[in-house]
């Protein structure tokens, strides 16, 4: 292994991820604080790609199949019975026939000819410890929702033993339902949150985690000192980035305004300054939940406001969830700010909070995406939620017939490219992109039905066990 120089990035990364990533390990190392050599040269790489291969994985794929994806919101790309070609981990380029280079013993060749092809999809907005009360609760709205089944059942995460159980379904649930990129709330334990961690990056797939912080208006068990709070989050983020996993990165997560008190609210916006780390949180989800922030926060005018004034909107790459009740001015103000508004229509439409204008924002050039909300959501398989985003649009457009209703492409586009844009180069099928796709076989009696129809049928009646692999980054996820 003489092209490892550090012993701890080649025991932490080696036995892992086989790894596609073998050939830049130099860039691998350079990101802790291990000092490596410089210099590559052909020999070296010629090695290292024979080290992954002797690992059981390759630096070269090629998936064959019927593939579809969305460039941008407006139409799909379609290449009928052709090969994605994948080098590093990233897409090289979609062909008709093998391209020079890509056979043999360095490229795994997975011929799945007449199985569709599409990116893996991006969950912006899932609360993990939430996972075992899925469609529980579903009579309330959102505060009593809260009080009533959602704080009981994070209260239980204290027990990292409990946390390691129901993690271990949740992150193996996700994997599952093709979702490959996800943000995701943890709870206020930080030993339990750093359970989550482990066993996201031990499956392989991508992920920004939230340790969340609450010291207001909670439950006793849920109510964190000032303090201890801000240390362990501060704790939480060294211990994510310490694992030098490109796909692992932590997330600053004020559970919401009221759970936060003003000194809480500055210290976290200062530690996402301070380590250059995004932000994650609610806003306007529930009109209640609305005149309870302009009580708490009298001084500002719009729920926003709170959140910007101590450095937790768009001063770092941001995402809200919700962004149901929005004037004119908060929309704008959304937009400009690139903060992402993530929909989540099932849970908004279980805990009746409200429907979301979300053409509105589309043409105002707001960053969006899309969210599964679990467990006020009640599945993490985002093919339902894409479903629901098309269907609650076209109710909207009933009372708003400007705001035209929502066509299958927008959508996929925003589960897959716009939402896996958090990420960086991720949802698309473009040169350069992160290779994460679902390979999806479709029941023989429309297989004559064209790759769209094909496609629609998956996001409306499929399942994930529809599903047959997954990749992230080229890796197989097993």
Known sequence: MKYFKCRYCMKRFLPRIFLSLLLSAALLCTSCSHKVADGTNAAAEKEASDQANAAGGSSKLCIRGDIIFTPSSVAFEVHEDSWLVVNNGVVEGIYSELPEGFSGEDCSIVDTEGALI??????????????PQIGMGMDEELLGWLNNYTFDTESAFADTA????????????????????????????????????????????????????????????????????????????????????PLIQPVITPRFVPSCSAELMQGIGELAAKYDVPVQSHLNENLDEIVWVNELFPEYEYYYQVYEAFGLFGQETTAMAHCIHLTDEEAKALAESGVYAVHCPLSNLNLSSGLMRLRRLMDQ?????????????STLFMPQVIASTIQVSKMVAKEYPEEEKLNLSEALWLATKSGGSFFGNVGSFEKG???????????????????????????????REDIKQVYVAGQKVE
């Open 118 to 131: 599409i990116p893996g999809f991006s969950d912006l907005h899932v609360h993990a410890p939430q996972y």
């Open 433 to 463: 992109y992160d290779a994460d796709a679902l390979v999806i076989e479709t029941p023989e009696y429309i297989a004559e039905k064209s790759v769209e129809e094909r496609l629609e049928w998956f996001i409306y009646d499929g399942t």
């Open 162 to 245: 409990y946390a390691e159980e129901i993690y271990t379904a949740f992150v193996d649930d996700l994997a599952s339902c093709g979702t490959t990129r996800s943000l995701i709330f943890g709870t206020i334990h930080k030993d339990s949150d750093e359970v989550l961690v482990d066993l996201l990056a031990k499956k392989g797939l991508g992920a920004y985690v939230g340790k969340v912080n609450m010291d207001s208006n909670s439950s006793e068990a849920l109510t964190e000192a000032t303090e201890a709070s801000l240390a362990d989050t501060e704790e939480f983020i060294q211990y994510v980035k310490s694992l030098n996993n």
């Open 365 to 377: 050039g707001a960053a969006l995406a899309l969210g599964s909300d679990v467990g006020a959501g």
